[in-house]
Every structure is written in structure tokens, then in C-alpha cells.
């Protein structure tokens, strides 16, 4: 049997399956993350068998200065996920949040907590790094 997990956009017009994902996940709180969720963190999960099941139309993909994308939902304006410079669509990885009920994946690091907002508190019980994992 094949776990599915589905995951939406605020408006429910982009809507998307996948069948698994990456063992690490990190709380990020680089500027970038900040203001692309506009919150204190981002948190993006690489995912296995990603199917987009509606509203591909509406995916809308921002190139950074620095060369990497990230995309959103064109109407309701959420935040979906996070590449690479130069890496495909299919190797996107999603914000975590956007998926509609729990999903098995842990998070095991706090990254770019030097970019960290004074009104954040991290964790302590999860790894911190100044910039990304080492
Ligand atoms: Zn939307
Ligand atoms: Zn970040």
C-alpha cells in the first residue's frame, strides 16, 4: 500500500500528493525564509512522488538574487516551496505547513539562527547552527 499525504494552498485552487519524505528537516530562519512566510522560520521537507492534482496554472516561481526559487500560489499568495538555484520543478522542496493533516517527519535542526528576529525564541532541545547544517 502506498502512504499518500495532500497538501493545499490557502485558497485550495493548488493542491498536491506526495508519497513520502527526506529523513532531515530543519526550522530555517535565514532573512529569505522570513520574509518569503513572512514569520519567524521556514520549514521545507524534500518529498518522494510529489503529484500536483490541481491549479498548476496558478504555481508562480520567484528567482532570487542568489539564483534560488521559490514558489507560490499566484491567487491566495501562499508560500509552497523552495529550490535550488537551477534545480527543477521536481526537485522542489515543500513548506512543510501547507500539508493538510499530520505527516511522519521530524525535525532535527535549527539553521541560519544568526538571521534569527529578537522576538524568536529557538528550541533548545533540537541542534542549532549559525548558518546551515554542518
Ligand atoms: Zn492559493
Ligand atoms: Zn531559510
Redesign the pocket.
Known amino acids: 500500500m502506498t502512504c499518500t499525504y495532500n497538501g493545499s494552498c490557502l485558497c485550495n485552487k493548488v493542491t498536491f500528493t506526495v508519497n513520502g519524505f527526506s529523513d532531515k528537516a530543519a526550522n530555517?530562519?535565514?532573512t529569505?525564509?522570513q520574509k518569503f512566510h513572512g514569520s519567524a522560520f521556514?520549514t521545507l521537507v524534500g518529498v518522494i512522488g510529489l503529484t500536483w492534482d490541481s491549479g498548476f496554472k496558478y504555481l508562480k516561481h520567484y528567482t532570487a538574487t542568489n539564483g534560488t526559487i521559490r514558489t507560490f500560489c499566484m491567487e491566495c499568495g501562499s508560500s509552497l516551496g523552495f529550490r535550488v538555484k537551477n534545480a527543477a520543478l521536481e526537485e522542489i522542496e515543500l513548506a512543510i505547513a501547507t500539508f493538510n493533516d499530520d505527516i511522519p517527519v521530524n525535525i532535527d535542526a535549527q539553521?541560519?539562527t544568526s538571521y534569527r528576529a529578537n522576538w524568536c525564541v529557538l528550541q533548545h532541545d533540537l541542534p542549532i547552527f549559525n548558518e546551515g547544517r554542518l
Do not use: F, P
Request: charged share 0%; net charge neutral; proline share 0%.
Open positions: 530555517c530562519y535565514c529569505m525564509c521556514g539553521i541560519y
